[in-house]
């Protein structure tokens, strides 16, 4: 748990090294990565299970999210070599532009999504030349600690990636107060997020917030039904509901309304919530007590609940999958991110009607729409407020594609080709080639 001096001091090491890191001959910074991604893969069974211990997370989910560090790593390894400028024409003269690095770039990581998270960040922030601080969250800091250690082995010089583990209020904080942080990402809630873009303003300091969400799965009538019911509780369910894209709205047309409840309740309840180190478990259990007081307070005993899955005996921070039917928009289960095992479905008359009500919240990071009508697809997907839809699927990451939220779901693009420009500032030359 690092205090203000000792963050004070990890900082001025990855000032130090940005001088030469940023000086690294492209192939060679490439190479390191590739070597630190390949360090990943092999150590991918390793940092899962750790993982499962760290946050509680699947087996299953686990193994994907190192592999996606690795891969988020390999992808951005092409980029030192690609950091192109532009040529403009001027007259008398030559005008260039560069993509040059920013300099420290401080990451703060929440709990829901320990690895993937980081290495969205300290991927493209060290393929384009930065040196990074990472602090994870407080409840779960090993893995992170581990991909540093690995960092080191493969090679990347000392200063360059920093993990320090210690609170948001402590270590977060001063990431943003601190001038020699020239960017904050910040993946996190919309309330600590807000405080830290009112923090970066003081310096005019750059910032990509991921906040949080409250997305929409639509399923329409000409849909293929019994697939999205099949479906629909991964979309929600999945890390017991603590995903920022967890689609913990389900607005269901009219005249399929009753057929989708019965296939999703069958679903509902073959959806596995048991010890997360099996590898059938498709849920495990609540990151910590007060998450289940959080979750809890949405759901007191005497709610009236459609219908619920199962949680295993013994101990552990269980709750099970809910789905609650909604007619007041107006609730707060309906409004907020519980961030828990938590759906509330809505009816919904026509395409109109769908689409006003999945616009109908502050939040617009992900979403779903199920239709076999591709004309109704296409509008709906281009009409909904949201960054990362997915047609007749629940997908929300591909880490080649851009990903954030509109509203108060966040700022800036992580991911894909997007990232690199949040990782570099433009300097634009001008030469005078006139006697
Ligand atoms: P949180 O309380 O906002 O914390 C996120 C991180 O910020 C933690 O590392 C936390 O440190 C740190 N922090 C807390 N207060 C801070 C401060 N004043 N200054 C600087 N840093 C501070 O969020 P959480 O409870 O861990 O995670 C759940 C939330 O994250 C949900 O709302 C979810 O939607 C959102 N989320 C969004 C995305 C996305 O990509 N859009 C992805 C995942 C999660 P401590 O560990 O010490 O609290
Ligand atoms: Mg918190």
């Known amino acids: 748990m690092a205090?203000?001096?000792?963050?004070?001091?990890?900082?001025?090491?990855?000032?130090?090294a940005f001088e030469s890191w940023r000086k690294v001959n492209p192939g060679d910074r490439a190479k390191l990565l590739r070597k630190f991604a390949a360090l990943v893969d092999s150590h991918n069974e390793e940092l899962a299970q750790l993982e499962v211990l760290n946050s509680g997370h699947t087996i299953s989910n686990a193994r994907w999210e190192a592999g996606n560090v690795r891969d988020v790593l390999n992808y951005y390894s092409a980029a030192p070599e690609r950091l192109f400028g532009r040529q403009i024409p001027v007259p008398n003269g030559i005008d260039i532009t560069f993509k040059e690095p920013l300099g420290v770039i401080g990451i703060i990581v929440p709990w829901n999504f320990p690895m993937p998270i980081a290495g969205w960040g300290f991927g493209p922030a060290l393929a384009a030349g930065n040196t990074v601080v990472l602090k994870p969250a407080e409840v779960t800091p090993m893995t992170a600690i581990r991909l540093g250690e690995l960092a080191l082995e493969a090679g990347i010089p000392e200063g360059v990636f920093n993990v320090i583990a210690g609170k948001g209020?402590?270590?977060?904080?001063?990431?943003?107060?601190?001038?020699?942080?020239?960017k904050i990402v910040f993946t996190g809630s919309t309330t600590v997020g807000k405080g830290i873009m009112r923090g970066c303003a003081d310096q005019v300091k750059r910032l990509t917030l991921e906040l949080g969400g409250k997305s929409a799965n639509i399923i329409f009538a000409d849909a293929d039904v019994e697939k999205a019911a099949a479906n629909a509780p991964g979309a929600v369910f999945d890390n017991a509901g603590q995903d920022c894209c967890a689609r913990s709205r389900l607005l269901v047309q009219s005249s399929v309304y009753d057929k989708f409840m019965e296939n999703f309740e069958v679903a509902v309840k073959k959806f596995r919530c048991e010890d997360p180190s099996l590898d059938t478990a498709e849920m495990g259990p609540l990151i910590t007590a007060k998450q289940l007081e959080t979750v809890r307070g949405y759901v007191p005993e005497n709610t009236k609940v459609a219908f619920q899955g199962s949680t295993p005996e013994g101990p552990?921070?269980?709750f099970p999958a809910t789905v609650l039917e909604v007619t007041d928009v107006s609730e707060r289960t309906y409004r907020e991110e519980i961030f828990g095992p938590v759906v509330s479905v809505i009816r919904f008359e026509d395409e109109d009607d769908a689409v006003r009500i999945a616009n109908d919240s502050e939040f617009g990071l992900s979403g779903s729409i199920w239709s076999r009508d591709i004309g109704r697809a296409v509008r709906v997907s281009r009409a909904v407020e949201a960054g990362n839809l997915s047609v007749n699927s629940n997908s929300s990451v591909r880490y080649w594609t851009p990903f954030g939220g509109y509203k108060q779901s966040g700022l800036g693009r992580e991911l894909g080709p997007d990232a690199l420009d949040a990782f570099t500032e433009t300097k634009n030359v001008f030469f005078d080639t006139q006697l």
């Open 3 to 16: 205090d203000v001096a000792q963050t004070d001091a990890v900082i001025l090491k990855a000032a130090k």
């Open 316 to 318: 552990g921070y269980w």
């Open 169 to 182: 209020s402590v270590v977060g904080d001063r990431f943003v107060t601190n001038p020699l942080v020239r």
